[in-house]
C-alpha cells in the first residue's frame, strides 16, 4: 500500500512540476512487454520566458527522460527493469531516425532518472555507477555513459533550494525537512498550492488504509503538517471565496449591476471585515464608494 500510494503520488507530483517546461507522460506503455515507463518527459522544443525554479529537477529534465520513482531503495532486478524500458525507448528513437534517413546524436538520447530515499554503496558498484561532482552535486551517481542512467540518491543530496522538489520524494527526516521548506515558501509561490494538495491527497489515501504498518504510520506523521496547511489554506480559500460573493451581491443589490468600475473596487473591499462592509456597501454612495475603494486611489 505504501508503494502504491507513493507511485501514485510520485507520478503526479513529478508530472505537475515538470509540465511547464514540455510534455509529459504517465505510465506508458511498452508494447509486448508486461511494463510500464512510470513517467516520461520531454521538454518543449521552445523552452518557456519563465520557466518554474525547479533547480536540479529542471537540470535533469533538459533533455528527453524517464523517470523512475522508488519508496524504497530498488533491488538488482528493479534497476535492470528500469534499464530495459530505456532501451525499448531508445530502439523508438533509432527506428525513428531510420525512418527519416536522419542519423542520431547519441547525446539527444532520453536519459533514465532512478529515484530512491537511500542506496548503498553495494548497489552503486554493482551499477558500475560513480559520482560526478564536476557536473552534478552530491547524491548523483551516473551509470557508464553508453547506459545514459542515473540514480539520485535523494538523502544525500544537499538541502539547498535547488534539490528541494527531489527531496519531498525521499523519506524520514529528509522529507520531513523538506515539507517543512514547502510549507515556508511564500504563499503567492507557483508550487506551493498545488504540491501541498498532492501531498494531502496523499496522506488521505495512506490514511485510508484499514491496518496500518509502523511504515504508514510514520508517513501519515510526516505528512500531517502539509495536509493541515492545505486544509486550512483550502477552508481560507473557501471563506474568502464566499466573502467575495457577498460583496458582489451587495453591490448588485445596490446598483442593478456589476459594471468594471464596481468590479475593480473587490479587492480592496476584501481587506475589510463583513462586518463594516455591509453598512458601506447599502449606505455610501456609488461616488463614495470609487473614493475609497478604487485602485486609482
Given at each position: 500500500?505504501?508503494?502504491?500510494?507513493?507511485?501514485?503520488?510520485?507520478?503526479?507530483?513529478?508530472?505537475?512540476?515538470?509540465?511547464?517546461?514540455?510534455?509529459?507522460?504517465?505510465?506508458?506503455?511498452?508494447?509486448?512487454?508486461?511494463?510500464?515507463?512510470?513517467?516520461?518527459?520531454?521538454?518543449?522544443?521552445?523552452?518557456?520566458?519563465?520557466?518554474?525554479?525547479?533547480?536540479?529537477?529542471?537540470?535533469?529534465?533538459?533533455?528527453?527522460?524517464?523517470?523512475?520513482?522508488?519508496?524504497?531503495?530498488?533491488?538488482?532486478?528493479?534497476?535492470?527493469?528500469?534499464?530495459?524500458?530505456?532501451?525499448?525507448?531508445?530502439?523508438?528513437?533509432?527506428?525513428?531516425?531510420?525512418?527519416?534517413?536522419?542519423?542520431?546524436?547519441?547525446?539527444?538520447?532520453?536519459?533514465?532518472?532512478?529515484?530512491?530515499?537511500?542506496?548503498?554503496?553495494?548497489?552503486?558498484?554493482?551499477?558500475?555507477?560513480?559520482?560526478?561532482?564536476?557536473?552534478?552535486?552530491?547524491?548523483?551517481?551516473r551509470f557508464a555513459e553508453l547506459f545514459h542512467t542515473g540514480i539520485i540518491a535523494i538523502n544525500?543530496?544537499?538541502?539547498?533550494?535547488?534539490?528541494?522538489?527531489?527531496?519531498?520524494?525521499?523519506?524520514?527526516?529528509?522529507?520531513?525537512?523538506?515539507?517543512?521548506?514547502?510549507?515556508?515558501?511564500?504563499?503567492?509561490?507557483?508550487?506551493?498550492?498545488?504540491?501541498?494538495?498532492?501531498?494531502?491527497?496523499?496522506?488521505?489515501?495512506?490514511?485510508?488504509?484499514?491496518?496500518?504498518?509502523?511504515?504508514?504510520?510514520?508517513?501519515?506523521?510526516?505528512?500531517?503538517?502539509?495536509?493541515?496547511?492545505?486544509?486550512?489554506?483550502?477552508?481560507?480559500?473557501?471563506?474568502?471565496?464566499?466573502?467575495?460573493?457577498?460583496?458582489?451581491?451587495?453591490?448588485?443589490?445596490?446598483?442593478?449591476?456589476?459594471?468594471?468600475?464596481?468590479?475593480?473596487?473587490?479587492?480592496?473591499?476584501?481587506?475589510?471585515?463583513?462586518?463594516?462592509?455591509?453598512?458601506?456597501?447599502?449606505?455610501?454612495?456609488?461616488?463614495?464608494?470609487?473614493?475609497?475603494?478604487?485602485?486609482?486611489?
Amino acid at each position: 500500500m505504501t508503494r502504491q500510494t507513493h507511485d501514485q503520488f510520485a507520478k503526479q507530483y513529478l508530472k505537475e512540476l515538470l509540465e511547464p517546461l514540455g510534455t509529459v507522460e504517465i505510465s506508458r506503455e511498452i508494447p509486448g512487454e508486461t511494463l510500464q515507463i512510470d513517467l516520461f518527459f520531454q521538454p518543449s522544443p521552445e523552452p518557456p520566458s519563465n520557466p518554474p525554479p525547479l533547480g536540479l529537477l529542471a537540470q535533469l529534465a533538459s533533455t528527453p527522460c524517464l523517470w523512475e520513482p522508488f519508496r524504497n531503495c530498488p533491488s538488482k532486478r528493479e534497476i535492470s527493469s528500469c534499464v530495459l524500458k530505456l532501451l525499448y525507448i531508445h530502439g523508438e528513437f533509432y527506428r525513428q531516425a531510420t525512418r527519416d534517413k536522419q542519423p542520431i546524436d547519441t547525446q539527444t538520447l532520453p536519459n533514465l532518472w532512478i529515484l530512491t530515499p537511500t542506496v548503498s554503496e553495494r548497489v552503486v558498484e554493482l551499477c558500475g555507477a560513480h559520482a560526478d561532482e564536476k557536473n552534478w552535486c552530491t547524491g548523483v551517481y551516473r551509470f557508464a555513459e553508453l547506459f545514459h542512467t542515473g540514480i539520485i540518491a535523494i538523502n544525500q543530496l544537499p538541502e539547498t533550494p535547488e534539490t528541494l522538489w527531489l527531496r519531498l520524494l525521499g523519506k524520514g527526516g529528509t522529507q520531513k525537512r523538506a515539507i517543512q521548506q514547502v510549507l515556508e515558501l511564500p504563499d503567492d509561490d507557483p508550487q506551493r498550492r498545488s504540491i501541498l494538495e498532492l501531498i494531502g491527497v496523499w496522506r488521505i489515501n495512506v490514511q485510508a488504509k484499514i491496518d496500518l504498518n509502523p511504515e504508514d504510520q510514520e508517513l501519515v506523521m510526516e505528512l500531517t503538517p502539509a495536509y493541515l496547511k492545505w486544509r486550512e489554506d483550502t477552508v481560507q480559500e473557501g471563506v474568502q471565496q464566499a466573502k467575495r460573493v457577498t460583496i458582489e451581491t451587495l453591490l448588485r443589490t445596490r446598483f442593478g449591476s456589476l459594471d468594471e468600475e464596481l468590479v475593480g473596487m473587490i479587492d480592496s473591499m476584501m481587506e475589510l471585515a463583513l462586518e463594516e462592509l455591509i453598512p458601506v456597501c447599502m449606505q455610501a454612495s456609488r461616488e463614495e464608494l470609487l473614493a475609497r475603494f478604487s485602485p486609482e486611489n
